[in-house]
Nanobody
Framework: QVQVVESGGGLVQTGGSLRLSCVVS????????MGWYRQTPGKQRELVAT???????TYGDSENGRFTISRDFAKKTVYLQMITLQPEDTAVYFC???????????????WGQGTQVTVSS
């Protein structure tokens, strides 16, 4: 059973910073890529950032150089450092993990439950 658990969300003032963490657990699961997405009510979930198993990163259009994704391979953890937060960054942030299970070539995708980030004006 693969579990994905986020933490680090909360309430912050405009211009503030937060660091989100996401830990993956589960035996026999090899992680390929990890990432963060966010969603606000009535809108589709959008890409924030991803990092693959080579350390290559991609970012969505909204972060404007303010977010940094990083990954600790040994700890099966991905981080999202966010600075200069704005009210429009308010959303539920979801961790996304892609990987394979022992003996199988199919790539599975798992999501965490999400962590709320609220930026007050």
């Amino acid at each position: 059973q693969v579990q994905v658990v986020e933490s680090g969300g909360g309430l912050v003032q405009t211009g503030g910073s937060l660091r989100l963490s996401c830990v993956v657990s589960g035996d026999g699961f090899t992680i390929n890529a990890m990432g963060w997405y966010r969603q606000t009510p009535g809108k589709q979930r959008e890409l924030v950032a991803t990092v693959n198993d080579y350390g290559s990163t991609t970012y969505g259009d909204s972060e404007n150089g303010r977010f940094t994704i990083s990954r600790d391979f040994a700890k099966k953890t991905v981080y999202l450092q966010m600075i200069t937060l704005q009210p429009e960054d308010t959303a539920v942030y979801f961790c996304n993990v892609k990987g394979t299970k022992r003996g199988r070539s199919y790539e599975y995708t798992y999501w965490g439950q999400g962590t709320q980030v609220t930026v007050s004006s």
